[in-house]
């Protein structure tokens, strides 16, 4: 699955309130990130985090997307962050869209902020306005199905709708909950094999330490009793002897073993539920072995230490003539001016 990213503001400008430049995301960041992931992968999630920002750039964004799933491309649309005003209508070009039950979603009528100018200015400004709301209140009909009398009211009000609400009148497709069902942590980012290479890094740069039987691999099944296997790591499981009787072993983290004569024949993956995501277990067992691996390097480098201390304490003495034998030594080893302040949300 490929990913595209859009965080921040809906297209750049400058801040109406301190005048500073604010790069947003615009059409041809979208674009970019499309053209980085291989033409095989059809299947692309969209992660939003944006408050909103400029209609045309919005509606720029939805229709090179729609653009997109009409060459063939299967576009889920996910919220990480807040998703509000012309994101919305982003959001709305998912064939999946899954809002998460922590953050925020919010539509409301197209705004300008800081306007000056005569009566003529405004009316324009005015009836641009009106038009923009017409259009956008009929986009919001047709991709939820709700009428009118639904949606107006909570463009009229800027509505924040809960994740239930969002999927109830037809904004999103699914909900996540972040707390209960998923860790913010992607799936295809390896850290358990992330983490083994810096292990190794460390222990290559640290002393020689005498080689320890390994010991044997437990396993926890489904209804928390344990088994064992002599395999080296979860990647060896396959050929390993094991205790398990015979048959087929669900575990604990949702995988099973099939176990034949005494050995571990197939390892079934657990059932995926959400690709992009790891579970909170698992998470915390990952946070148990940095732990645990962090402290087996941390002791042999405090033992480093100390026999440095040592040893320069033997080198002072002897400077001065007070040479103590060591205890201790280290192992070897052209808009109008009403449609310039309708580009802004």
Do not use: C
């Amino acid at each position: 699955m490929g990913d595209i990213f859009i965080v921040g503001q809906i297209g750049s400008g400058q801040d109406e309130q301190t005048g500073a430049f604010i790069k947003g995301v615009e059409l041809v960041d979208v674009i970019a990130q499309f053209r980085a992931i291989p033409e095989s992968k059809k299947d692309i999630e969209v992660v939003i985090d944006s408050p909103g920002g400029y209609v045309d750039t919005g509606d720029s964004i939805y229709n090179y997307l729609e653009s997109k799933k009409a060459e063939g491309y299967n576009i889920t649309t996910v919220q990480r962050g807040i998703v509000g005003s012309i994101a919305t209508k982003i959001f709305l070009a998912g064939d999946q869209r899954i809002v998460n039950d922590s953050q925020e979603f919010f539509i409301h009528n197209p705004l300008v902020q800081n306007v000056s100018g005569d009566a003529n200015v405004m009316q324009s400004i005015a009836n641009q306005l009106e038009q923009s709301k017409k259009r956008l209140m009929q986009f919001y009909i047709d991709k939820t199905g709700n009428n009118q009398a639904a949606i107006e009211p909570l463009m009229n009000e800027e509505t924040s709708l809960s994740a239930d609400q969002a999927v109830a009148l037809g904004f999103a497709t699914k909900k996540v909950s972040t707390q209960k069902e998923y860790a913010t942590i992607k799936k295809n980012m390896d850290f358990k094999k992330m983490f083994e290479d810096f292990k190794s890094e460390i222990k290559a740069m640290l002393p020689m330490q005498p080689e320890q039987k390994p010991k044997a691999m437990e396993l926890k099944l489904a209804d928390g009793s344990i088994v064992t296997s002599d395999a080296a790591d979860a990647s060896a499981l396959v050929g390993s002897a094991t205790n398990a009787p015979d048959g087929t072993h669900p575990l604990a983290n949702g995988s099973s073993i099939v176990v034949a004569g005494g050995k571990i024949t197939e390892v079934k993956p657990a059932a995926e539920i959400e690709d992009k995501y790891v579970t909170v277990a698992q998470f915390q067992e990952f946070a148990a072995m940095v732990k645990d691996s962090l402290s087996a390097v941390v002791k042999p480098v405090n033992e480093l230490k100390a026999n440095f201390d040592s040893e320069l304490v033997n080198i002072k003495n002897q400077i001065k003539g007070k040479h103590t034998p060591p205890t201790q030594r280290v192992n070897e080893g052209g808009l109008s001016p009403a449609e310039q302040y309708l580009k802004r949300k």
